[in-house]
């Protein structure tokens, strides 16, 4: 039973890594884009990527629970709890960096009440606030994947380590 645990942890993990992956595959494209083709580009992630999102917290969860069946001290312990790290910080990373470029690209688009509430966009930006320049937003949202697909390979690499221990 645990090792199929372990298996199935690695599976969701690595179901995490793709999107941030795809994103990163797709940078050098989008970077030779001009403002309203990136803007309209922006707007595909939507609902795809945010239904492929949830298997981060899945792996967060998964791999949690890994680090609490996995003697403590032992090499294996240490590599599942550092791929819990990279776990957790892929999520800081998007809820800090990720989630407010998202709002921004997504404020005008017809989207439902849940995904309204997740993306925040029923929220107002402050009277009279500059707007960033579109450029400085892009190059926000792509570097935070750039971080966010090099935690998540990280984080199942010495998963699989872990895993082959």
Not at 115 to 123: I, P, V
Request: charged residues 15%; glycine residues 4%; positive net charge.
């Amino acid at each position: 039973m645990y090792v199929a645990f372990e298996i199935l942890t690695v599976l969701i993990v690595a179901c995490a890594m793709a999107p941030a992956l795809a994103h990163v595959l797709e940078l050098p494209g989008k970077m030779r884009l001009d403002e309203p083709r990136y803007r309209t580009v922006q707007t595909i992630y939507h609902p795809g990527f945010t239904i492929a999102g949830a298997a981060e917290p899945a792996g967060i969860i998964a791999t949690f629970l890994l680090v609490l069946a996995t003697p403590l001290g032992s090499t294996r312990f240490w590599l599942i709890l550092l791929a819990l790290a990279a776990l957790t910080f892929m999520q800081l990373i998007f809820w800090l960096v990720t989630q407010p470029v998202n709002r921004h690209w997504l404020r005008e688009t017809q989207l439902s009440g849940s995904a309204k509430r997740f993306f925040g966009t029923e929220s107002h930006d402050a009277a009279g606030a500059a707007e960033p320049h579109w450029k400085e937003l892009r190059s926000r949202w792509e570097r935070s994947h750039l971080m966010r697909a090099a935690a998540a390979m990280l984080a199942l690499i010495v998963l699989t380590t872990a895993v082959a221990l």
